[in-house]
């Protein structure tokens, strides 16, 4: 085992506000080597590594989330600050680094100061020098030094320049802070006077005016204050020259936040973000579907078939593949959010909805967490800590089950390519588009109702609030992209794959055993036929059957069998195990085709008990849509709803309205289809 | 009393105070909305809120509520 000494656990943290160049400066120290750590409360993962050997300097470095005040507003913040203070599992750090924007400096500088001030270790990073030296200014590191009391380096973290100095200096203080000792810092006092704020502000302009200067034309540099001892309104000229906006950022701001086209590319972008799922990923998914169908059918033949190559074929291949072939679209949903996101557009998304949303009791801030709902509901829930009203907190959390997550994606694509075989796809396409629509407007009901209630659902009040910086945009870093849905869909696949795993061999257990072999009377029978009898008798006589009968007066309103019902009750552990349910209890696997497509032609010939009804039917197909769009069959979900609100009360209201609910509407469509002689 | 919430699409104010009596006075002036700054209405969203000002080298989205504790000069 490892030593460490004591060098080894310096902790360095990254502090700074969003978008100041925090990660940019990480990933060069790191050499993207980091592992990613979930932030306590932080909507995004956040990564902590050990810096590179070619630094020489034994330390860990940690990226965090962006923060522009040590006094929290909502959630989130609270937080960050809180671990700042004391990381739970890192501890405190020895030395922070603040990144300030330099185009930005008297806004940046404010966190820099309440640091300094609460005697953190600060050193200061002063990023962007070359926007702020675009926009015809320079910065004094030395005159900022010393105004603020402690080192100051520019650098450039894309390029790694001074990021060798500013190593160099972290160094050198923390030698210093080891030798005077270390000194806690003091909690901030979250009721600030505004007095104090306004004072903090003066003095930062001050420092501003001191350290900036103006370069003219033939490069010699003009202070401004010197300047301003001469003439104050020329100062004041220089300094909205200083405050000039990315103009390029103001004239996509004038269509992308116009009044009306603004909202037309919005919902256009959605539109686009949706529908590209199900387009791009489609070829992908007849691979995998093709490979797992192949390696199913390959492991029957090597293992025979017996019980373990029954279990290995059936359980293990054809229920993970099942579930796997869904991986593209996933991977892709995440890619398009975090292009949107890198580019600077989701805070544009947010501000351009808030008002259609404060009419339901949200807030432009859910806009966020709903999108990433589509994802997956866990990280959309923790990303509602960034919505300081508690109450359209709540609200959001209340809803977001019914954002049509991409678990529920193995199943609609499934049903969907039951109802519309081969050549129909593109209509699949439209009404998998339409399935989201219809998700969003009953979240959207949904939230309009629990808000019409007042109190009965949610019982909080708070004072709501929408403040929100608009970045300028960016051209994302693809990578940078590539990265970080890598990183998302391995959490994810970690999250549910060993649901998926253990639920298929649960499953396959169920319906296998009691390894009854039925004596059948073969006369008159094509080999296919009795193959087929057969193992229809033993599904009977399975202990799946058993647990079926119990279910079977709730599927049978709903026009459906004991085989939906096991496959319905196993998909309450995750929405995606009810098609590997389904392929285990239809026996899937065993020919050379793909799986998804011998998965089809058992459900075209299954039927309902020794009626010879057809058990899917476009009616009943119609119904188990509806009923995943409603209903909160997702264990997680729960438990994170449960830790995110505090109590119980939450979670359980929501299982039981939207599951009742999902039955209720199952119940019409299939019936009402029925009456319509759509059967 | 001409406060940020009146401004006209592309017209620029100068702060003169921020009304401390709003409960999100502070955050106002955290995210840099403070005296003698000049401010200029970028952007309206559908139904004229929230609105989006520049400030400080940056634009911050606000609602117009939350706008209307700025006053202007
Ligand atoms: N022009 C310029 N851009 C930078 C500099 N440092 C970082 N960036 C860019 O600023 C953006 C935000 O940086 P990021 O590190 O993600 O900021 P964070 O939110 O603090 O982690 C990225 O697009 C970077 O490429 C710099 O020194 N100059
Ligand atoms: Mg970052």
């Known amino acids: 085992m490892k030593i460490q000494t004591l060098e080894d656990n310096y902790l360095i943290t990254l502090v700074g506000p969003p978008n100041s160049g925090k990660t940019t400066l990480f990933n060069y120290l790191s050499g993207k080597n980091y592992k990613t750590v979930n932030y306590p409360g932080a909507t995004v993962e956040y990564s902590i590594s050990k810096i590179q050997k070619k630094f020489n300097i034994e330390a860990s470095i940690l990226d965090s989330p962006g923060i522009i005040s040590l006094a929290s507003n909502s959630p989130d913040e609270q937080v960050s600050i809180d671990a700042l203070y004391s990381h739970p599992t890192y501890g405190i750090p020895d030395l922070v680094i603040v990144t300030v924007d330099a185009s930005q400096i008297s806004r940046h500088l404010l966190l820099a100061k309440q640091l300094i001030q609460s005697k953190f270790k600060v050193i200061i990073a002063l990023t962007m020098v070359d926007l702020l030296q675009r926009k015809g200014f320079n910065v004094s590191t030395s005159v900022l030094s010393e105004e603020l009391n402690c080192d100051v380096i520019s650098i450039d973290g894309r390029s790694g320049n001074g990021v060798d100095e500013l190593i160099k200096v972290a160094e050198q203080n923390l030698q210093k802070n080891r030798i005077t000792g270390a000194e806690k810092p003091i909690p901030f006092d979250s009721n600030v006077k505004l007095e104090y704020l306004l004072d903090l502000y003066k003095e930062i302009e001050q420092i501003e005016c001191k350290a900036i200067s103006k370069v003219v034309d033939n490069g010699k540099q003009i202070d401004i204050n010197g300047a301003n001892k001469r003439l104050v309104l020329l100062n004041n000229g220089l300094d909205r020259k200083i405050n000039k906006l990315d103009q390029t950022s103001l004239k996509i701001d004038k269509i992308m936040l116009h009044k009306v086209w603004g909202i037309v590319l919005f919902f256009l972008a959605m539109a686009i973000t949706f529908t590209s799922i199900f387009w791009l990923a489609q070829p992908v998914m007849n691979l995998v579907d093709k490979s797992f169908g192949y390696l199913s059918y390959e492991a029957l033949n090597i293992l025979g078939n017996n019980w373990y190559g029954s279990f290995i074929a059936n359980g293990i291949i054809s229920g993970v593949g099942s579930v796997m072939i869904f991986n593209p679209q996933i991977i892709i949903l995440f890619l398009i959010l975090g292009l949107l996101e890198d580019t600077g557009y989701l805070a544009r998304g947010a501000m351009l909805i808030d008002k259609p949303l404060s009419k339901i009791g949200l807030n432009g801030r859910s806009f966020v967490p709903m999108l990433s709902g589509f994802a997956c509901a866990i990280p959309a829930m923790l990303a509602t800590r960034t919505i300081p009203n508690r109450r359209e907190r709540l609200l959001t959390i209340f809803i977001i089950p019914l954002m049509s997550c991409s678990a529920r994606l193995p199943v609609y694509a499934l049903l969907l390519a039951f109802l519309f075989p081969g050549d129909k796809e593109w209509i699949a396409g439209i009404t998998l588009a339409g399935i989201y629509l219809l998700s969003i407007i009953s979240s959207v009901s949904v939230a309009g109702i629990v808000n019409k209630l007042k109190n009965k659902i949610i019982t909080d009040e708070d004072q709501s609030s929408f403040i929100l910086e608009l970045p300028t945009y960016r051209i994302p870093k693809v990578s940078n992209v590539l990265n970080n849905s890598y990183h998302s869909t391995k959490a994810y696949f970690k999250k549910a794959g060993p649901i998926i795993l253990v639920l298929s061999g649960v499953i396959w257990f169920l319906t296998y055993f009691p390894d009854y072999n039925p004596k059948i009377n073969t006369v008159n029978l094509t080999r296919e036929q009795a193959g087929e009898l057969q193992s229809s008798t033993r599904l009977a006589n399975s202990y799946a059957s058993g647990l079926g009968k119990i279910i079977q007066p709730v599927m049978s309103p709903i026009g459906m069998d004991w085989r939906v019902g096991v496959a319905l009750i196993s998909s309450f552990a995750a929405r995606e195990v009810f098609v590997s349910s389904l392929a285990l209890i239809f026996k899937v696997a065993g020919d050379e085709s793909t799986l998804q497509s011998s998965m089809l032609h058992e459900m075209h010939k299954a039927t309902i008990g020794n009626t010879g009804q057809s058990l899917f039917t476009t009616a009943t197909i119609a119904g188990l849509i509806i009923f995943f769009v409603f209903a909160l069959q997702c264990m997680s979900s729960m438990a994170v709803s449960r830790k995110e609100t505090g109590s119980w009360r939450l979670p359980l209201l929501q299982f039981f309205i939207f599951t009742s609910t999902a039955y209720l509407f199952t119940f019409i469509v299939v019936n009402g289809l029925r009456a319509m002689g759509i059967n | ?73």
């Open chain 2, 1 to 73: 009393m001409k406060t940020a919430a009146d401004l006209k699409y592309g017209e620029t104010g100068i702060i003169s105070g921020i009304d401390g009596s709003h409960p999100s006075s502070r955050r106002i002036l955290e995210v840099g909305f403070t005296p003698g700054q000049e401010i200029e209405l970028i952007s309206k969203a559908v139904f004229n809120d929230p609105l989006a000002f520049s400030v400080r080298g940056t634009i911050i989205a606000v609602r117009k509520n939350e706008a209307s504790c700025i006053k202007l000069l």
